[in-house]
């Protein structure tokens, strides 16, 4: 059995997302696969949380947007047929709806680790389509 992790700057770019899936598939081989968040999510997460901790709804909005507008790049990188980049592009602007579905309510520990786990969960669902 072979376990694998790729993360950070190993899945920083539609490239090297679709460099991870052709390592996954690569084999028939039975395999554990451990997908972090593309590089800088999580920081940015963290920073959008902080924000949102602080009442700097503004602040968490502009970060949001930069996080935004850095997946919807790589989603179009990302795929080769127009049908899966938009159904990527539906997915991305879901999740950030999500995200910003947080800046509504009072911020709570509950909803900073539903905010972090966004990375891990965006990353598993893009990979899990081209691979």
């Keep these: 059995?072979?376990?694998?992790?790729?993360?950070?700057?190993s899945v920083g770019s539609?490239?090297?997302?679709?460099?991870v899936a052709r390592i996954i598939t690569s084999d028939k081989n039975p395999k554990i696969v451990v997908l972090s968040a593309m590089?800088?999510?999580?920081?940015?997460?963290?920073?959008?949380?902080?924000?949102?901790k602080n009442s700097s709804v503004a602040d968490a909005e502009f970060e949001t947007q930069l996080l935004y507008n850095k997946y919807i790049k790589e989603v179009a990188d990302l795929?080769?047929?127009a049908e899966y980049a938009e159904k990527g592009r539906i997915y991305i602007e879901y999740v950030f709806n999500h995200i910003q579905s947080y800046f509504l309510v009072?911020?709570?520990k509950v909803i900073e680790n539903v905010l972090l786990a966004q990375g891990e969960l965006i990353f598993n669902a893009l990979v899990s389509v081209i691979s």
């Design 1 to 9: 059995m072979i376990i694998s992790k790729f993360g950070g700057t």
């Design 14 to 19: 539609a490239e090297n997302m679709k460099k």
């Design 39 to 52: 590089s800088g999510t999580t920081n940015a997460l963290v920073s959008i949380g902080g924000h949102l």
């Design 79 to 81: 795929f080769d047929t």
């Design 106 to 108: 009072p911020f709570n």
